[in-house]
């Protein structure tokens, strides 16, 4: 299978992604890096932490 892993950021990086969403003085917008840069739609391709995401 070709999964692209080198391309996906991994499960800790856009947990820390989204902890800094949350925080309430931060305005950035972090949106097309997650697409683009970080990739987003790469997480939970082989669906084991469905349960925890």
């Known amino acids: 299978r070709d999964q692209q892993v080198k391309e996906f950021a991994g499960p800790r990086f856009l947990i ?4 800094l969403a949350m925080h309430p003085l931060d ?15 790469y997480c939970n391709i082989t669906k084991c932490c469905t349960e925890v995401c």
């Open 16 to 19: 820390r992604i989204a902890s």
């Open 27 to 41: 305005t950035l917008n972090r949106l097309k890096e997650l697409k683009d840069v970080f990739g987003i739609g």
